[in-house]
């Protein structure tokens, strides 16, 4: 059995079965046929920079397109009689795998000489299988990154399958071919200048087939978090398809990963129409997985007052007025709201003024027209409370006021009060609400006690602002994690392009070195788990209710095809990923810590040691506000064990600015027995360990300032060397909480700081600034050269090149080695560090007193780069040492082949015997 799937597998057989007559027809799927006919996830990469030139598909009927779909799009008005299964070649690799394995434990356990004999040839299959499996990983991962890297000739190929311009009639429009909204998910992927928009007809078809499934839908919609996976809700994108397309990256939408986009898709931004293109087109593939709110910017009369810059002038641009006014329709059919496990409602605005508001009011809102807005700013709110409400939905802002509302300067909707949050979620049964429609400079902000949360998802909004961008992850339980991101138009496919464009030969996977390929695999799946470890951390504790520090194989499964890639065969590379413990378990602190890389690494755990000198009452406050939130909500925690993911609400709450990297190096240095949970003993262990130590807690919140709002930063610092380079107690306190805008409840904090910096100044009572700025300083320099190459990481990771290609790029003249010039060139040549122009800017508004994104990779950062990865200080960086800073090492590796060929060895000697 196992040989005969082996070799079909080997030669790339599949199958396909009619659909039974009387099957339902339509684009709208049930869940259980996308469970079927599911499509191969693929990893999405960053867009390019735009440029002004619309290019449109070209036209041939009789052309047949060079891609085809694994899934099978029906088409509305011609029904198919086939239904297409695709059985990946990973997966039944996997399948084949599991086969074995059961026949091999029969073999090792059965007392049947004869049989045994008999089964004995199966030990080299199973080394020979091993090969297959790298081999096949290493194909899967390139066959990702070619299709989003096809040449021009590619694309004019698969969009010639589209239809002809024809007169448009929305009533008579016909279905493009099945693999109409692939082709176009692929190709919107690419990079701008090789992008080819869909023609006008199959655009406007998209627009209507979308409408009919938003009209089918209710104004207030409510759905689920899938049981064993997440739903990624992202906030505005204002027409910037890097960001989405980054968003994208957490992984294809199917039945573990659902998306909520909340509303403004276009306006402002450089490709509004590939942007909603894409979103329709996810939602016409996926009507199960994918969820879309309207926002205000989803209207005429906000599309038309933007300009050129607007939705409006933009699509009659690039298509005419019939698709701009399709596009319009299926505006005003979009929900207004969605509602998460009955707990968590989520618009795109906020709330009206008027009382006791309910679900069913916006569930009953005739929402098929223009949302009522004032004509001028200051007005009072619509007449009715159906207007006001739907307004409110779309318009709104929360704020902290005392009054229960008041007028917004937006000219629709109000602001509303804590008051008003309050009421609602009581009313309606709810825990949370999340709403986007407003820049903040972190990507996601907390209102209300962190009741009413705001989610922003365009980076670098406009091109202007250095604001980054942010979404949210939910589990099933309805926790909550925030993702943030920084990105710099094009960085990802300037990268990609580079490499592509020199055309480095690589070396043939179909060779006999079976560890060489092994390695090469590893090596590839380290990146992408090093990378993602903080979500599968909160993924793992989620399916760990004991807090035991485990994970069965299954679930370990479940979570990597959700958080890395579907299409990859995780029963079979579990044998070489993890350690299943004797009852079946897999430590998964133990797997999430065996890929590092050694510099961004130190460098962590220096920053995390020097934070904790400065964090003891900060640490201590959480762990009392994590205690009392565990007494209020009744819940039993054995040996009271505190997860990640309470960890990072509870320090974010206290110091906004931490990411979730950064926390969870906090957590692994107070994480004692390495089970990823923090419990009393460890507590107690760290404030003993930090007992002596003066207490700073003030340092943290001014170097949170730093990084989060530098204009700030710069500007306290200016204020309070007026007098000189020493400042009283009472000034330095009274500015540094003005600055930080902390409450009063946090004073005596800061006056404990003042007197701990007053006596290490030894300044005659009065501190010293210019050592408060050097503590700062030196507790941010760790943090910030780890983040760097991180980032750098990520960077390589999401634009699927290897490190030896951007060596040989930045190596012009071939000596073997890099110098600084070199070095600093080559990243910047690669899209890695910011450009000549970027940074001339970046100091042009610093000086001015602007607020300053410090998280950009600059050339400075380069240059410390380069003197770190040269090892022998011989001013040339070598491949090795190129190598050694940014590789993802596996710190296994050497426990690995050790125990690989023990039992080689062990299994070698059994077989012996049998035979």
């Given at each position: 059995t196992v040989s005969?799937?082996?070799?079909?597998?080997?030669?790339?057989?599949?199958?396909?079965?009619?659909k039974p007559s009387g099957a339902g027809t339509g684009t709208t799927q049930k869940p259980q046929q996308v469970d079927q006919q599911k499509a191969k996830p693929a990893p999405v990469p960053a867009a390019t920079t735009t440029t002004t030139t619309t290019q449109h598909a070209p036209v041939d009927k009789n052309a047949e397109a060079s891609i085809t779909s694994p899934v099978a799009i029906v088409s509305p008005r011609e029904p198919s009689n086939i239904v297409k299964k695709t059985i990946s070649y990973s997966s039944a690799l996997d399948h084949a795998h599991q086969q074995m394995t059961k026949l091999l434990g029969f073999v090792r356990t059965s007392k049947q000489c004869n049989k045994a004999r008999k089964f004995a040839r199966w030990a080299p299959f199973q080394r020979k299988f091993e090969e297959y499996l790298f081999t096949d990983v290493l194909r899967t991962l390139e066959i990702q990154e070619e299709n989003d890297m096809m040449s021009d000739d590619d694309a004019s190929s698969v969009m010639s399958t589209t239809l002809t311009d024809v007169s448009i009639d929305l009533d008579e429009l016909e279905a493009p071919d099945d693999d109409w909204l692939h082709v176009m998910v692929t190709n919107l992927k690419k990079e701008k200048d090789q992008r080819m928009l869909p023609n006008e007809n199959d655009f406007t078809f998209l627009m209507k087939t979308v409408t009919k499934l938003f009209e089918e839908m209710e104004s207030i919609v409510h759905i689920n978090v899938p049981e064993t996976g997440r739903l990624v809700v992202v906030g505005d994108l204002h027409g910037q398809l890097d960001d989405l397309l980054w968003i994208l990256h957490e992984g294809t939408p199917s039945?573990?990963?659902?998306?909520?986009?909340?509303?403004?898709?276009?306006?402002?931004?450089?490709?509004?129409?590939?942007v909603l293109l894409m979103l329709y087109a996810l939602k016409a593939i996926y009507p199960q997985y994918v969820w879309l709110n309207r926002g205000n910017h989803e209207e005429h009369r906000v599309n038309k007052a933007a300009g050129k810059a607007g939705f409006m002038q933009t699509c009659i641009n690039q298509y005419s007025d019939v698709a701009y006014k399709a596009s319009i329709k299926s505006f005003k059919a979009l929900p207004l709201g969605h509602v998460i496990n009955n707990k968590i409602a989520v618009v795109h605005g906020g709330l009206p003024s008027d009382s006791n508001v309910s679900l069913k009011e916006m569930r009953e809102i005739n929402?098929?027209?223009?949302?009522?807005?004032?004509?001028?700013?200051?007005?009072?709110?619509?007449a009715t409370r159906e207007d006001r409400i739907f307004q409110a939905l779309l318009w709104s802002d929360p704020r902290d006021i005392s009054n229960r509302w008041q007028g917004s300067s937006r000219g629709a909707g109000v602001w509303f009060s804590q008051e008003v949050t309050n009421e609602f979620l009581k009313k309606n049964g709810l825990t949370k609400m999340i709403r986007s429609h407003e820049v903040t400079s972190q990507g996601v902000r907390g209102w209300h006690d962190e009741k009413c949360m705001t989610v922003f998802s365009a980076s670098r909004y406009c091109g202007k602002d250095d604001n980054k961008g942010a979404y949210i992850v939910l589990l099933p339980?309805?926790?909550?994690?925030t993702?943030?991101?920084?990105?710099?138009?094009?960085?990802?496919?300037?990268?990609?392009?580079?490499?592509?464009?020199?055309?480095?030969?690589?070396?043939?996977?179909?060779?006999?070195?079976?560890?060489?390929?092994?390695?090469?695999?590893?090596?590839?799946?380290?990146?992408?788990?090093?990378?993602?470890?903080?979500?599968?951390?909160?993924?793992f504790q989620h399916l760990d209710p004991d807090r035991m520090g485990t994970v069965t194989k299954k679930q370990w499964i479940t979570i990597m095809r959700t958080n890395i890639l579907d299409d990859l065969p995780w029963y079979s590379l579990s044998r070489h990923l993890v350690e299943v413990e004797n009852t079946g378990h897999i430590s998964y602190i133990r797997f999430l810590e065996r890929f590092q890389n050694k510099l961004a690494t130190n460098w962590m755990r220096s920053w995390a040691g020097k934070w904790m000198e400065y964090g003891r009452s900060h640490i201590t406050k959480c762990a009392l506000d994590l205690r009392r939130m565990l007494?209020?909500?009744?819940?039993?925690?054995?040996?009271?064990?505190?997860?990640?993911?309470?960890?990072?609400?509870?320090?974010?709450?206290?110091?906004?600015?931490?990411?979730?990297?950064?926390?969870?190096?906090?957590?692994?240095?107070?994480?004692?027995?390495?089970?990823?949970y923090l419990d009393a003993d460890e507590w107690a262990a760290h404030m003993e360990s930090q007992k002596g130590e003066l207490a700073i807690p003030g340092i943290l919140d001014i170097w949170d300032l730093r990084r989060t709002n530098n204009r700030k930063y710069e500007s306290l610092f200016r204020s309070l060397e007026m007098n000189g380079?020493?400042?009283?107690?009472?000034?330095?306190?009274?500015?540094?909480?003005?600055?930080?805008?902390?409450?009063?409840?946090?004073?005596?904090?800061?006056?404990?700081?003042?007197?701990?910096?007053?006596k290490k100044c030894n300044a005659n009572g009065k501190i010293n600034l210019p050592l408060v700025k050097d503590m700062v300083s030196r507790l941010e320099d760790d943090r910030h050269r780890a983040k760097v190459i991180m980032d750098i990481i990520e960077i390589v990771t999401r634009a699927q090149v290897k490190l030896m290609d951007i060596f040989r790029l930045m190596d012009i003249d071939g000596s073997g080695g890099l110098s600084a010039d070199e070095f600093s060139k080559g990243l910047r040549n690669c899209g890695i560090i910011e450009s000549q122009e970027e940074e001339e800017k970046r100091k042009?508004?610093?000086?001015?007193?602007?607020?300053?994104?410090?998280?950009?990779?600059?050339?400075?950062?380069?240059?410390?780069?380069?003197?770190?990865?040269?090892?022998?200080?011989?001013?040339?960086?070598?491949?090795?040492?190129?190598?050694?800073?940014?590789?993802?090492?596996?710190?296994?590796?050497?426990?690995?082949?050790?125990?690989?060929?023990?039992?080689?060895?062990?299994?070698?000697?059994?077989?012996?015997?049998?035979?």
């Open positions: 005969v799937l082996y070799w079909s597998i080997k030669m790339g057989n599949c199958c396909s079965e009619e039945e573990n990963t659902h998306y909520l986009f909340n509303g403004d898709f276009v306006d402002r931004g450089p490709e509004q129409c590939e929402r098929f027209r223009d949302c009522p807005t004032s004509k001028k700013r200051g007005e009072l709110p619509p339980t309805l926790e909550m994690t993702h943030e991101f920084f990105i710099r138009q094009g960085q990802i496919s300037q990268l990609r392009d580079q490499v592509r464009s020199a055309k480095f030969e690589e070396p043939s996977l179909d060779q006999e070195d079976c560890e060489h390929v092994r390695k090469m695999a590893i090596q590839r799946l380290g990146e992408m788990i090093f990378t993602k470890r903080s979500q599968l951390l909160t993924m007494k209020r909500n009744d819940q039993f925690y054995k040996e009271s064990k505190l997860s990640y993911h309470e960890v990072c609400q509870a320090l974010r709450k206290s110091i906004p600015g931490l990411s979730m990297t950064e926390i969870y190096y906090l957590l692994s240095h107070m994480d004692e027995n390495n089970d990823g380079e020493t400042v009283t107690k009472q000034v330095f306190v009274a500015k540094a909480m003005q600055a930080c805008a902390s409450s009063d409840d946090t004073k005596e904090g800061w006056e404990l700081t003042a007197d701990s910096l007053i042009r508004e610093l000086e001015a007193g602007k607020a300053v994104n410090t998280e950009v990779i600059s050339a400075k950062d380069g240059l410390q780069l380069w003197e770190q990865s040269d090892l022998d200080k011989d001013k040339n960086v070598t491949w090795n040492e190129f190598f050694e800073a940014l590789c993802i090492y596996d710190t296994w590796e050497e426990q690995v082949d050790k125990k690989r060929e023990e039992g080689l060895r062990a299994e070698a000697v059994k077989f012996s015997a049998i035979e």
